[in-house]
Each structure stands twice: as C-alpha cells, then as structure tokens.
C-alpha cells in the first residue's frame, strides 16, 4: 500500500454552511483534515494516508509566507520514506498561485497533487469528496511524478502550471490555461495521457526566508499611469503588468515604465486576456523600454515567479529567461 500524506491548508473543501442548499454563504477552511478523512472511508482502499494542517484558510488570505512555509514542508515530507505521495487541499480561489510556486521550487520524484472543491463538505452533491478520492489516486500513480505538481478536480488531471480558475461558481471551475488535462480520473482509475519529461523545477535550491513585494497592476481603459509610480512609492521590487491584447502599453503609461525602470525595478508585460501570453517584443519594444515579457504565463504566475527569481538573487540580466523557463 502507498504511504500517502494529505496536508490540508481549508478552502471550501472543508467548508461548512448552516444549509445543505448553501453552496455561497459558507464557512471555507472549517473542517479539518482529520474530518474530511473520516467521511471517506474508501480512501484506505487506495493507501496507507495521514494528515497534517499547517493552516486551515480561506484561500484569499493565503500568502508568500504561506507559499514559502507549504514549500518547506512538502520538501522535508518528500524527503521521507515513510511518504510516497502528497495531496494538498486548497481553495479554488488562489490554488493556481500556489499550485504554480509549488511548480517551480518542488522535485519532481513523488506525486503531488493538489485538489479543491467549489461546493462546501455540507452540501448536496459536494464534489469535495470524490476530488480527494481522485487526488489521493493521483498522489499514488508514482508515474505521474515527473509532470510536477497536478491539480486534480472534476474528473480531470493537470499539470499545476496549467491550471487557473475560470468560474466564479460552477462545480468543474478548475481549467487548463492554454493547454488541456494530462489525463483523467474514472471513478478512482487513473489515466495519464502525457509521459512525464522529468524536467527539473526551476528553483531548486535553498529558497529564500521572505520574498520581495511584487505588484500586478491591471490597464483598463482610462487606467491611471499613476498606479505605477504608486506601486513604486509603495516599495515594489517588481512590477506585472496586465495590459491588453498581445501586452499593448497604454502611451501614458511609457514614462511611469520608463522611471521604473531606471530604478531598477524590472517591468513584465503580461495580458489580462486569459490564454495567449505575451511574446517578447510583440505590440511593444521591451528591448528598448527595458522592459521583459512574461512569454506563456498568466499575470499571477508571472509575478510569482518575479518574486522567486527577485528573492533568490537571479541577476537583471536573467530574468527573462527565468520567465521563459518557468
Ligand atoms: C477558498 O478559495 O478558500 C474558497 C473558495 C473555494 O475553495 O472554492
């Protein structure tokens, strides 16, 4: 039997309203890892499973510090022989910022998995249960490992990296960016259409203690340039910014960049469009503004990125193949 280990950190997974009718005014993060185990008695079917709670949050108050300390863990416990491999439970609402920091600083030799749930634990048809069914199925296919973290939601299986939110409510609200699942979950079979490439995380060494404020700042019609020099009033060692379209720069918003620039601040062009990324050089001329582009990551996958590569010390000059590779 696979030792496996579930680490709760809340979310509606856990969730609890008053009303089995409630799927919206509940109280996410409320039951604990322990509990969720106890209504899942198939889980032992499919390994030997213990249970941590380093946190037990709604998702909107996670953190950098949250992310660094969930890194932390998951490198000691994937160190051990007595895990084989990890699900994580998680709110849907930021998974995919975590789910991503875990992408680029966890090796990739046990299966980890994260999975989440949009309907509370309480309420008719809560999808929670078959999701952490699947996840901890996932976590025990020791193949999968090599694909790096997965999300494990609605019968389908991606790589953490492709993975964003795309419904405010409905139950399958987990989603593929610009790429597809790489596999399935049939009740508790598990399909995987992708061979791992056993690629190694982008930082794999020692991590460090805090990580620099990194702001994502959004171009809307009318959008103030002032948001920028705001940001670096503020102390931002790192700004994303999610313009329109292919990354185009509203013309007022050239000389807040260009200040920012000559600060040392670096600029990432990002696009508030879901899926596409933003090419180098595409609609701007970031060699001669200085500026970089955040290739195929979303906007919060790029400023977590940022804020690993600022925080691990990763020169000027290399940051935009940092984000290149992430
Ligand atoms: C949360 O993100 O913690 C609440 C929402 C959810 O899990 O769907």
New binding site residues.
């Given amino acids: 039997m696979p030792k496996l280990l579930l680490i709760a950190t809340?979310?509606?997974?856990a969730g609890s309203a008053a009303d089995t009718t409630d799927t919206s005014r509940y109280r996410?993060?409320a039951l604990s890892a322990e509990t969720l185990l106890h209504a899942l008695p198939e889980a032992s079917t499919i390994g030997h499973i213990t249970a941590e709670q380093p946190f037990a949050?709604?998702?909107?108050d996670m953190t950098p510090t949250h992310w660094l300390a969930l890194a932390a863990l998951l490198r000691e416990r994937l160190a051990s022989p007595e895990v084989d491999g990890v699900v994580i439970t998680h709110?849907?609402?930021?998974l995919e910022e975590s789910a991503f920091f875990l992408h680029l600083t966890l090796p990739r030799s046990k299966t980890v998995v994260l999975t989440?749930?949009?309907r509370p634990a309480t309420a008719r048809s809560a999808d929670g249960p078959m999701n952490l069914l699947q996840a901890l199925a996932c976590a025990a296919t020791q193949s999968a490992a090599g694909l790096g973290p997965l999300v494990v939601a609605s019968d389908r299986i991606w790589r953490a990296r492709d993975c964003s939110k795309r419904h405010t409510h409905a139950p399958d609200a987990l989603g593929g960016v610009d790429a597809g699942p790489v596999g399935v979950a049939i009740g508790t079979h598990i399909r995987l259409d992708q061979a791992a490439d056993g690629g190694a995380p982008c930082f794999a060494g020692t991590l460090p203690s805090a990580l620099p404020r990194v702001d994502v700042l959004a171009a809307y019609a009318g959008a103030p340039a002032d948001l920028i020099d705001a940001s670096v009033a503020n102390g931002a060692a790192g700004i994303v910014l999610a313009l329109a379209g292919h990354g185009s720069v509203p013309d007022d918003w050239r000389p807040a960049i260009t200040a920012a620039v000559a600060r040392g601040i670096p600029v990432v062009r990002a696009s508030r469009v879901a899926s596409g990324g933003v090419m180098p050089q595409a609609n701007f001329d970031d060699a001669a503004h200085g500026t970089l582009a955040c290739g195929r990551l979303t906007p919060w996958q790029a400023r977590v990125t940022l804020m690993l590569a600022l925080g691990c010390g990763i020169p000027a000059e290399r940051l935009q193949d940092t984000l290149h590779r992430a």
């Fill in positions: 809340g979310g509606t997974i996410a993060g949050l709604d998702s909107k709110g849907t609402d930021t989440a749930a949009m």
